[in-house]
């Protein structure tokens, strides 16, 4: 069976970085749409970004735009998200998700991760 499993999430003062991992098994992983997303407290769950390998092709929210970077190494099956300049609205459970296409919508992602904590301290 699929199965995503993140890493890397932890404390991190603003302005600082952090680096997610997220390692895939179970599924073609160079067929599919990685993605990330993130549910704050009392919050909806919010699209972060997404990558497609066959396409080339990035997705990014408007508000992590400029400051965090999707990649993808499709030996090691694992997608990363290297965050920067982090402030402390990007305080959530990060997840990780796999699907078909670039999409925003959380329900267009097949499988997700169990997440990982960030916290941003102001």
């Known amino acids: 069976q699929v199965q995503l499993v993140e890493s890397g999430g932890g404390l991190v003062q603003a302005g600082g970085s952090l680096r997610l991992s997220c390692t895939a098994s179970?599924?073609?992983?160079?067929?599919?749409?990685m993605g990330w997303f993130r549910q704050a407290p009392g919050k909806e769950r919010e699209f972060v970004a997404v990558a497609m390998y066959l396409t080339g092709l990035t997705l990014y929210a408007e508000s992590v735009k400029g400051r965090f970077t999707i990649s993808r190494d499709n030996v090691k099956n694992t997608v990363y998200l290297q965050m920067n300049s982090l402030k402390p609205e990007d305080t959530a459970v990060y997840y990780c998700a796999t699907g078909r296409a670039i999409r925003r919508g959380a329900d267009q992602y097949d499988y997700w991760g169990q997440g990982t904590q960030v916290t941003v301290s102001s």
């Open positions: 179970g599924l073609t992983f160079s067929r599919s749409a």
